[in-house]
């Protein structure tokens, strides 16, 4: 079952790197069995960081490393396409349903 998560309450780094954890998780088609063993760390460990949590700064730099991203750029503000990309896979399906009804033609009154 996939969590709906709440992207306009995104504004820490912990949040920041979480959600950029789970793209990345998703991109690559990586478990989260796998990716907890690349970053030695438990699943219940990367699921708390996937979620938000605060991470150690060795951590964050681990996270760096398996996912090809500098600290800073695993803590910078998201960016509008990942933001998208993260509504359009877990949010609440609002995103799409405004796209299709932008998209659709409307019939005549």
Known sequence: MT???NFDAIVDEGSRAGVRL???RARNEVSS???AARLEISRAALFRYEKGGVAKVATIRK?????GLSFTDVVAPLTVQERTEAKLRWGDGSL???AIALLTPQ???
């Open 107 to 109: 019939a005549a009154a």
């Open 3 to 5: 969590r709906l998560m």
């Open 63 to 67: 996270i760096g490393d398996v996912v």
């Open 22 to 24: 789970r793209l990345w």
């Open 96 to 98: 799409l349903k405004n």
């Open 33 to 35: 069995v796998d990716l």
